[in-house]
């Protein structure tokens, strides 16, 4: 059966001449320029040109109703940040008009094909702005996000975490749809942006039409402390570190760190379906990323350190969703170990 395809954005009708005897899936994305977004499109790319499915592709969305949508079997396939499947199991943050017996109900038709890290989280302000690092936040109008979701989430808690303010209490948190986002930033609407960042990152290279822009790192002294530590080991998140030589140069954009090491937190995420998917579909899904890792690690640069291709990654512990079995059976047969505690 073809499914509605869920909200306004990119589709992609990625056809080939045996289209007729292809799955024929609905899937949602974030918006274009971001993991997310790559990561599912690469996908569709792969399955259409290896006669797997038609996947039909709505970009720009908000995963935590996407990932719902899976759960409740209206749509088949999504990107979503783990987070958000803890968060859902409880019933809890942006789940909690579900309560934790519908959420833990929801969660269970979810499972997982691979996984990956999106980029970090920073905070950064245009050069004119009165903000000058992290130590300059309260009072101050900060972007933190979309009006929901693990980004919103996350955003706050590593502002609280770095600079120990509040959103509502200590500054003004401003919410808008991603789309908005560029326009928001340059328009001066808010004092600085604190959002999950790559390396280069699209929504900071379109904004600097209006100015030079600084990026701020977490501080070390924060970064090795236990909370922050603890932090990293939370359910959906893990940390990265690098190099800043290692990256590119922007024009206009400088990144501040006292050592030259880029510290942040990072989303695990992963590419999620209906647990209800047949076996071969999701093992034939899995198994064209890990013939083409290279390929989709190349589709941007900021997918390089995304950790396609990994196994385990990100799940287990806390986290309540486990690989597909037909994930399981791609995986093994490319031959790497697959944790128990990932299995169905």
Known sequence: MIKTLIGAGLALGLMTAS?????????????????????????AELASAEGLATMQVADGQTLTNSLQNVAEGKTDVSAAPLILTFLMSRGAGPYAKLGPEKGSELIANVQVLHTFNYGGFGLYAYNSSSVKGWGDLEGKTILNGPPRGAALTNDRQILQLVSGIEDGKDYKGLQVNWGQMPKTISDGSADAMMLPV???????????????????????????????????????????????????????????????????????GAEVVQASMDFETAKALTAVI???????????PYMATTKIGSVGFGLCGAVPVKYHPGAVAAYEEAGMTVPDCAKP
Do not use: C
Not at 225 to 230: D, H, L, P
Not at 245 to 268: F, Q
Not at 294 to 300: E, N, P, R, S, Y
């Open 19 to 43: 289209a007729s005897a292809q799955a024929i899936l609905t899937a949602e994305t974030g918006p274009a320029g971001t993991v997310p977004f790559t990561a599912t499109t690469a996908l």
């Open 198 to 268: 790559t390396f280069p990152d699209n929504r900071i290279t379109r904004s600097m039409a209006a100015g030079d822009m600084t990026l701020w790192s977490i501080p070390k002294d924060i970064w090795e402390g236990a909370a922050m530590q603890k932090y990293i080991k939370s359910p959906g998140t893990a940390g990265i570190v690098f190099d800043l030589n290692d990256v590119a140069p922007v024009e206009g954009l400088t990144i501040v760190s006292e050592d030259g090491i880029w510290r942040s937190p990072t989303t695990v």
């Open 290 to 300: 890990l013939a083409n890792v290279d390929t989709v690690l190349a589709k941007a």
